[in-house]
């Protein structure tokens, strides 16, 4: 179980909480989508592979605050909440209850609980290449710098 303040604490590349799901044991991440998801569904969840426990990368179950967030087509996610808005998030995979057991692995996510008070976030990330490192290399030549990396797939 992931909780909130590593959520909102640790750095995430385009502020995707699947990049810390890739961290859990027994994901794997980064291999190429299945053909048949990559030009229908549009945005990251056409590039989103992960496999928990070694399932395919379709064999997994979504759900948020208890409620089934999986898209019955292809078994992606419907609805990727702002990191701010999770207040934890657990991977599951093996046995576990039957209330998850549709699945090789479940992703369940939780948000935080409302108020009646105003709540909001600002962040701002600041990318450039004036302030960003260069590729270290063994053999002394100087490569351009790369690109940021994009979001893990």
Same mark, same amino acid.
């Given at each position: ?7 909102? +604490? ?6 995707? *909480? ?12 980064? *291999?190429?989508?299945?053909?048949? /998801? ?10 989103? %592979?992960?496999?928990?426990?070694? /399932?395919? /990368?379709?064999?997994? !179950?979504? %759900? ?6 999986? +898209?019955?087509?292809? #078994? ?31 992703? !369940?996510? &939780? ?9 909001? %976030? ?5 990318? #450039?290449?004036?302030?960003? /490192?260069?590729?270290?290399?063994? #053999?002394? %030549?100087?490569?351009?710098? &790369?690109? *940021?990396p994009s979001v893990p797939t």
């Amino acid at each position: 179980m992931i909780e909130q303040k590593r959520i909102v +604490d640790l750095p995430l590349n385009g502020r995707n *909480f699947f990049s810390l799901v890739a961290l859990s044991p027994g994901v794997t991440v980064g *291999f190429q989508p299945a053909a048949q /998801a990559t030009n229908r569904q549009g945005g990251t969840r056409s590039t989103l %592979t992960m496999s928990l426990a070694g /399932a395919r /990368a379709t064999w997994s !179950n979504y %759900t948020l605050d208890g409620i089934t967030n999986t +898209d019955i087509n292809f #078994n992606l996610y419907v609805l990727l909440p702002s990191v701010d808005a999770i207040q934890e998030f657990k991977v599951q995979s093996g046995i576990y209850p039957a209330e998850f057991g549709r699945e090789a692995g479940q992703i !369940n996510v &939780s948000s935080k609980p409302g108020t009646n008070g105003y709540h909001g %976030t600002v962040f701002e990330f600041l990318r #450039n290449e004036k302030f960003d /490192a260069a590729n270290y290399d063994f #053999n002394g %030549t100087h490569p351009p710098k &790369s690109p *940021f990396p994009s979001v893990p797939t």
